[in-house]
């Protein structure tokens, strides 16, 4: 069986931050495992501005920015097409390559697999199974991957930093949301972002309001709202399910290590309830940006150096 | 000229493939006429995929006698047809002291049926078998033949079976208008007329529409919805058999129940509705399935809900299958098929078969040679494709590129999105599509249309 050092799981900005340093550091035998065919992370796809190597000068776009990182993490051991199934009763994982199943082992394991937004399933939204409706991550692959403009009209549900993303994106496709609708009193984010959102966007915003169905025949016609007891039906031929992130916790949700909201319970030094397995980035269920998770990555291959000093 | 047929089924959900497999593998001409851009669109598409013994079904009802003989016969070709069965067995259970004192009669009802290995379970046996079950249970009852199988790939092995044999499946096809001509039937639809001697309706949730069309019905189908909630795949170790509860006068209850998927699930909800396509779930209805679950098995509070969605039953005003012959009009009716259709339409499909060799043609004399045509494993307890290698594009069902590309191709391509789900659980997963959705709705309409 292949064994290493360092696995690390996932190739986003957090798993290839750490990567990095750890090589900086000295430290050789690392592996990165990546599911996807090319590194990188959501930034893949996030087809606008923000996005900074380490945070800084924000002024790059999410693909740009991973190109750039894939640059920088270039002559590492990055395993593309490779997905963890899962982990062996015997603390090994059982990996799927191109090539089939195998098996690997390591003394230390990261797991930097990220975050995605609920579902509609698990938010329980109601109404018709229909096209048109999905989370932010798959309204920017369609966009700014596929070139293609799903909807005209949508809703957007959620105020969080993502919803402003989405703004951009629908801006980028010449898609004009109708409104932007939150079940809180206040916006997610800060004040200025409604404001923005009305301003640079025209598009209005709707506190304390809630999505209680989404109806249509095959594609969606409208969404059934409900602000303090009052009901509304909006006319809007998609919906994006923004927001609230949960940790892709699908690798240790059995059990493997403990788990707080989804996301591993670690320790200030990232270490989780096994002591060889650590998290970082987004998987650890704070929203940060890119280059956040960047920082983290490289926090933690710091701690790891010195653990082999 | 229109083509003509021996029989022409119209329905293309599960009970409609069986029919068409089962004439089809008698030597007969064949054509299936389905309105949806795919089969299984309908009824089929939404269900809870048990496959029963009949332990409580009516007494001598056409029901258990079809049920029991689908039965029989899934389990004679599943193999040839690679089709899945998880052996879950099933638990009645008892909740309160008046559920306990039923449960006698449901083990004497079983045995009545020729279901001979149900037995009581005491509360230390429940504990044994069930270990994460809420303590609160009385009693149960154990029922060793109930299972748990795939709701569509079977469906899908009795359609290729029968296009193999020589039967033809129309899309797109919604019946508008039946006539006789001369001792045919004419039947005329979105894609086309054609022309049969022996029409077989099993329309489902529009059986009393298309009865209508040639005479008057003698059923109204009254849909009854069943909404279901889902939860991730590390819900499916806490519960070993299906958890039924004990049924009342009007229903059979709410059930928690494993998937071929690897899933747990619960549902359905009996409600009438006059949805008879694309149903709706409500987030009230769903928070309620949601905490009974928690309810039976305490351990769920903690695990993620993947998946929510609504089926409709075609019930009618009467509690029987309805199957009859009208004998003058070479026309089969088939309806009230209810939850237990999965079970029973391989044996729905042999009594059709007796009742038109008996009314309206003779077989042929001579079988044709028998065809399998084994379907792709989708069964989280066989092999499945991704572990052989390839490219996974879905990753929480660990679905390749492969998979999805040949679900789009072969005799009968998924005809839309949905097909190409129930095909290969690609989006069906925990993050519904967040991750793989732009990329498997790409493929699809390349592969429908030649372009994205």
Redesign the interface.
């Known amino acids: 069986m292949e064994h290493h050092e360092i696995v690390i799981i996932g190739g986003g900005p957090a798993g290839l931050a750490l990567a990095l340093e750890l090589h900086t550091l000295g430290l050789k035998d690392v592996v990165v495992l990546e599911?996807e065919?090319e590194a990188g992370g959501v930034p893949r796809h996030c087809g606008h501005f923000g996005f900074g190597i380490d945070n800084k000068n924000r002024f790059l776009t999410g693909p740009k920015f991973a190109i750039k990182l894939r640059e920088l993490a270039e002559g590492l051991d990055i395993r593309t097409?490779t997905?963890v199934?899962e982990f062996t009763l015997r603390g090994t994982m059982r990996l799927?390559?191109?090539?089939?199943?195998s098996e690997m082992s390591a003394t230390r394991i990261i797991l930097a697999t990220g975050t995605?937004?609920?579902?509609?399933?698990?938010r329980?939204?109601?109404?018709?199974?229909l096209?048109g409706v999905?989370?932010t991550?798959?309204f920017q692959?369609?966009v700014y991957?596929?070139h293609?403009k799903p909807f005209s009209n949508p809703v957007i549900i959620g105020s969080e930093w993502v919803s402003f993303s989405n703004l951009l994106t629908c801006r980028h496709a010449k898609i004009k949301p109708v409104c932007l609708i939150t079940e809180n009193a206040n916006l997610d984010a800060p004040s200025y972002f409604g404001i923005g959102a009305r301003l640079a966007f025209g598009v209005p915003t709707k506190r304390s309001t809630k999505l209680?169905?989404i109806?249509g025949?095959?594609k969606v016609e409208s969404v059934e709202v409900e602000t303090n007891g009052h009901r509304e039906t909006i006319a809007c031929d998609g919906v994006i399910i923004s927001g609230k992130f949960?940790s892709e916790n699908?690798l240790y949700?059995?059990?493997f290590i403990e788990q707080i909201n989804?996301a591993p319970l670690t320790t200030e030094s990232y270490r989780s309830s096994k002591p060889n397995i650590y998290a970082v980035g987004n998987v650890l269920g704070h929203l940060e940006t890119a280059g956040a998770c960047m920082l983290q990555g490289r926090k933690l291959a710091a701690m790891i150096a010195t653990e082999f000093k | 000229m229109d083509k003509r047929f021996d029989i022409a089924v119209i329905g293309g959900g599960v009970v409609g493939l069986a029919i068409l497999r089962r004439f089809a593998m008698s030597g007969l001409t064949c054509v299936l006429l389905e309105k949806g851009a795919d089969i299984l669109s309908g009824a089929s598409k939404g269900n809870s995929a048990l496959l029963h013994t009949g332990f409580d079904a009516p007494a001598k009802s056409l029901e258990l006698q079809c049920m029991q003989a689908g039965y029989q016969e899934y389990f004679n070709i599943r193999q040839k047809l690679n089709l899945p069965l998880l052996e879950t067995g099933a638990l009645v259970i008892a909740w309160t002291q008046e559920e306990s004192a039923a449960l006698d009669g449901i083990v004497e009802k079983a045995h009545a049926n020729s279901v001979s290995d149900v037995k009581r379970l005491t509360q230390t046996e429940i504990r044994i078998r069930e270990p994460q079950i809420s303590k609160s249970a009385l009693g149960a009852v154990l029922v060793p033949g109930e299972h748990v199988i795939d709701p569509w790939s079977a469906p899908l092995a009795y359609a290729q079976q029968a296009i193999a044999h020589g039967a033809v499946i129309l899309r797109n096809a919604e019946v508008t208008r039946v006539e006789r001509a001369n001792s045919d039937w004419r039947i005329t639809s979105r894609s086309g007329d054609v022309l049969a001697s022996t029409v077989i309706n099993a329309a489902g949730l529009f059986g009393d529409k298309v009865e209508a069309l040639a005479h008057e019905s003698s059923f109204t189908i009254k849909p009854r919805k069943g909404q279901f909630v889902v939860f991730d795949k590390p819900a499916a170790k806490l519960a070993r058999s299906i958890i039924l509860p004990v049924p009342s006068e009007h229903t059979k209850g709410v059930v928690l129940f494993r998937t071929i998927f690897g899933n747990l699930a619960i549902g359905p909800t009996a409600e009438e509705t006059e949805e008879r396509t694309n149903p709706t779930t409500d987030s009230t209805t769903l928070e309620k399935l949601k905490s009974r679950a928690i309810e039976i098995v305490p351990a769920l509070k903690d695990i993620d809900v993947t998946a929510i969605y609504a089926g409709l039953r075609p019930a009618t005003e009467r509690k029987d299958y309805i199957i009859e012959a009208h004998k003058v009009k070479n026309w089969i009716s088939v309806a009230g098929i209810r939850s237990t259709g999965l079970t029973g339409s391989l044996g729905i499909a042999q009594h059709v078969v007796k009742l038109y060799a008996k009314h309206f043609g003779r077989l042929p004399k001579k079988l044709p040679e028998v065809i399998w045509t084994p379907v792709p494993n989708l069964a989280e307890q066989s092999i499945r494709p991704y572990m052989k290698g390839g490219e996974i594009i879905c990753h929480c069902e660990w679905v390749t590129r492969g998979e999805i590309e040949a679900a789009c191709q072969g005799p009968l391509p998924a005809g839309d999105l949905g097909g190409l789900k129930r095909r290969t659980r690609a989006m069906m997963g925990r993050c519904q599509g967040f991750y793989c959705g732009a990329e498997v709705t790409t493929l699809f309409e390349k592969a429908k249309h030649g372009t994205p």
């Open positions: 599911r065919l097409g997905t199934l799927h390559s191109a090539s089939g199943i995605r937004e609920s579902s509609r399933a698990a329980l939204i109601g109404g018709n199974r096209s999905m989370n991550g798959t692959q369609l991957i596929k293609q209680v169905s109806n025949h095959e949960r699908a949700s059995s059990g989804t």
